[in-house]
């Protein structure tokens, strides 16, 4: 594939049973992917879907039992992870509390057989990158948790892989400042130019770094495409609550009505009886009493002050509802 980061064509991993063939748990099961030069992907689903094997596959960490590895245009199926040029970030961050931060990102140039006074050099361009450049002689000890993150990418960045793996690297953070580097790393993987692969949970995470997302379910991949149009057209209703979409009507025939955020308006239509109401961060999650079914929103302070008598008008779209279909409590085959 031409100027292509990643091309993983139908990877799939059985941990267990006898020869790994029968019995056991498939973990991932023909999970194909690509990710193009300066393009990030979120591969997004919740824990125990597959997506850290599927990641481990890539980076050469887990022996695939079937399926391909391009990286680069390179097949690196049967490479060790040293010989992939990848570039990867863990979850902890995994760095050396023995080593400086300088030569923790230079550690992997130097694997790679450069000379020290280069891999320093390159080490150096990548803590620029990450606005570190002041802190190449600090311990990793004396690190913050966003300052730790920062490094971890820098060690990537500084190998100039075609390919970045990043696997949870924000989730060790508190939520403010999650939010700040959300934006930040958004910045900075336009800047590199190498395609990057995002395994992540958090749909919020997905959409802010991501161009296209692949949303995994039991060890499949159940729906790819523009990040922005898989959250606002999930493809089964399984998606849809995994991605927050909290209206979904059961409809006779295993399908869902979903209805959408943007297809409701507050403050037109008829009134409703308010069922339930919840505060939270920015004003209070309320239920309706709505013809077609329970309708949960959630308001702003400006907007509950529309609450009059238990009651709060509200107007649906209808040619914005789409019809799903209803797998939310489907268990989805896995073929030994």
Same mark, same amino acid.
């Given at each position: ?149 920062? *490094?971890? /990418? @820098? ?8 390919? +970045?793996?990043?696997? &949870?690297? !924000?989730?060790?953070? $508190? ?110 999650? *309320?239920? /309706? @009493? ?8 959630? +308001?702003?302070?400006? &907007?509950? !002050?529309?609450?009059? $008598? ?27």
């Amino acid at each position: 594939m031409k100027n292509s980061a990643l091309n993983a064509q139908n990877l799939s991993k059985r941990y267990g049973g006898p020869q790994g063939i029968q019995g056991g748990v498939q973990a991932a099961q023909n999970v194909s992917l690509s990710v193009g030069a300066g393009e990030t992907v979120a591969l997004l689903g919740p824990s125990g879907c597959g997506k850290s094997t599927v990641l481990r596959m890539i980076a050469g960490l887990e022996v695939p039992d079937s399926g391909m590895v391009q990286v680069g245009g390179r097949d690196v199926t049967a490479l060790p992870p040293e010989a992939r040029h990848i570039g990867l970030v863990f979850q902890d961050y995994a760095l050396f509390p023995h080593l400086s931060v300088l030569d923790n990102v230079a550690y992997g140039p130097r694997v790679r057989g450069l000379p020290r006074p280069q891999a320093w050099a390159q080490a150096r361009e990548a803590l620029a990158l990450v606005n570190l450049a002041e802190l190449g002689g600090r311990r990793v000890t004396e690190l913050s948790g966003g300052q730790a993150q920062r *490094v971890a /990418l @820098a060690r990537a960045l500084a190998t100039a892989s075609p390919l +970045l793996l990043l696997d &949870e690297p !924000l989730s060790n953070l $508190d939520e403010r400042l999650r939010a700040e580097l959300r934006s930040d790393l958004r910045a900075l993987f336009a800047r590199v130019g190498a395609g990057v692969l995002l395994v992540t949970h958090d749909q919020r995470e997905a959409l802010a770094l991501a161009g296209r997302v692949a949303v995994m379910r039991a060890g499949q991949i159940v729906q790819q495409g523009a990040a922005q149009h898989v959250f606002e057209h999930p493809a089964t209703a399984w998606v849809a609550a995994f991605l927050g979409h909290t209206n979904l009507w059961p409809q006779p025939g295993g399908v869902c009505l979903l209805v959408p955020e943007q297809a409701v308006t507050v403050g037109e239509g008829e009134p409703y009886l308010v069922m339930a109401r919840q505060p939270n961060d920015s004003g209070e999650t *309320v239920t /309706l @009493a709505h013809p077609r079914g329970p309708l949960t929103l959630s +308001l702003s302070a400006r &907007e509950s !002050l529309q609450i009059v $008598d238990g009651r709060v008008r509200v107007r649906v779209d209808e040619g914005q509802i789409q019809t799903v279909p209803d797998d939310r409590e489907a268990v989805l085959e896995v073929r030994p």
